[in-house]
């Protein structure tokens, strides 16, 4: 839903109506919807329920993982039909000790999760992918998490860092449980503005990888934002995906 941010905050009924009306069968809420009572969580999943879509996982910042904001993580996510509370973001993080903190935090909360039958997961981004005294941060959190840690993996950005993301799913089998299918191009015009299958990622690799080593269960089109108005976006991506995976 981050790639209809600005329609989401506008009107989210309409906003998840008119995705689910284009096609996609999955959506992935972000941080706002921590602010939601159980009651707003209850009518989304309603809606969801009544346009027969579902939220497998939802992106979180930090507030999630405290311990006064997990259990209100855990409630929302229950009602919501989610299976994975992913944190989208570290923060600001100083050197591989800061990353160990960080792999420390998910594992804390791994085991939090499992009365709830719920699970972790990290999204990337490019610094997890640019090494630090000779190692990757990505790959110091892989080696210091349980294997029940989702390695939610962000194409565009672990391609702009340099790093080969068919080589990262193989590394990792069994992890790879989402994907976030955005895409990246190194002209300056275009970057993160490219749609999904318009630039240098490749996807028919990836999505073999994923599918025979990763673990996939679901996809995620991710748009930071495009030529195009984000409903119209939003289209075309999945117009894309459609061509790429019939």
Same mark, same amino acid.
């Given at each position: 839903?981050?790639?209809?941010?600005?329609?989401?905050? !506008?009107?989210?009924?309409?906003?998840?109506?008119?995705?689910?009306?284009?096609?996609?069968?999955?959506?992935?809420?972000? &941080?706002?919807?921590?602010?939601?009572?159980? *009651?707003?969580?209850?009518?989304?999943?309603?809606?969801?329920?009544?346009?027969?879509?579902?939220?497998?996982?939802?992106?979180?910042?930090?507030? +999630?993982?405290?311990?006064?904001?997990? =259990?209100?993580?855990?409630?929302?996510?229950?009602?919501? /039909?989610?299976?994975?509370?992913? %944190?989208? +973001?570290?923060?600001?993080?100083?050197?591989?000790? /800061?990353?160990?903190?960080? $792999?420390?935090?998910?594992? *804390? $909360?791994?085991?939090?999760?499992?009365?709830? /039958?719920?699970?972790?997961?990290? @999204?990337?981004?490019?610094?997890?992918?640019?090494?630090?005294?000779?190692?990757? =941060? %990505?790959?110091?959190?892989?080696?210091?998490? #349980?294997?029940?840690?989702?390695?939610?993996?962000?194409?565009?950005?672990?391609?702009?860092?340099?790093?080969? #993301?068919? &080589?990262?799913?193989?590394?990792? #089998?069994?992890?790879?449980?989402?994907? @976030?299918? !955005?895409?990246? $191009?190194?002209?300056? *015009?275009?970057?993160?503005?490219?749609?999904?299958?318009?630039?240098? +990622?490749?996807?028919? !690799?990836?999505?073999?990888?994923?599918?025979?080593?990763?673990?996939?269960?679901?996809?995620?089109?991710?748009?930071?934002?495009?030529?195009?108005?984000?409903?119209?976006?939003?289209?075309?991506?999945?117009?894309?995906?459609?061509?790429?995976? =019939?």
């Amino acid at each position: 839903m981050f790639s209809v941010r600005g329609e989401l905050a !506008k009107d989210p009924t309409a906003t998840v109506r008119a995705v689910a009306k284009m096609g996609y069968e999955v959506v992935e809420f972000f &941080a706002p919807y921590f602010d939601w009572t159980t *009651d707003q969580a209850k009518d989304m999943r309603k809606l969801m329920d009544d346009l027969g879509i579902r939220c497998n996982s939802t992106h979180n910042n930090q507030p +999630s993982f405290t311990a006064d904001g997990l =259990p209100k993580a855990v409630e929302l996510n229950k009602i919501l /039909g989610s299976r994975y509370i992913v %944190m989208a +973001s570290a923060g600001r993080v100083v050197g591989l000790d /800061g990353w160990k903190k960080v $792999a420390d935090q998910l594992s *804390d $909360a791994s085991e939090k999760l499992k009365p709830a /039958g719920l699970r972790t997961g990290y @999204h990337n981004h490019q610094a997890e992918f640019v090494a630090l005294d000779g190692k990757r =941060p %990505m790959e110091l959190l892989a080696a210091n998490t #349980p294997k029940e840690v989702m390695l939610q993996l962000d194409v565009g950005t672990c391609v702009e860092a340099g790093s080969d #993301p068919v &080589a990262w799913i193989d590394a990792n #089998p069994g992890r790879i449980h989402c994907i @976030h299918c !955005k895409d990246w $191009a190194p002209d300056p *015009d275009k970057g993160y503005r490219v749609l999904f299958g318009e630039g240098v +990622s490749p996807w028919t !690799k990836i999505f073999a990888a994923a599918e025979a080593k990763g673990g996939i269960e679901y996809y995620l089109i991710e748009q930071e934002g495009s030529r195009f108005p984000e409903f119209e976006t939003a289209e075309r991506c999945l117009a894309n995906w459609k061509k790429l995976k =019939p």
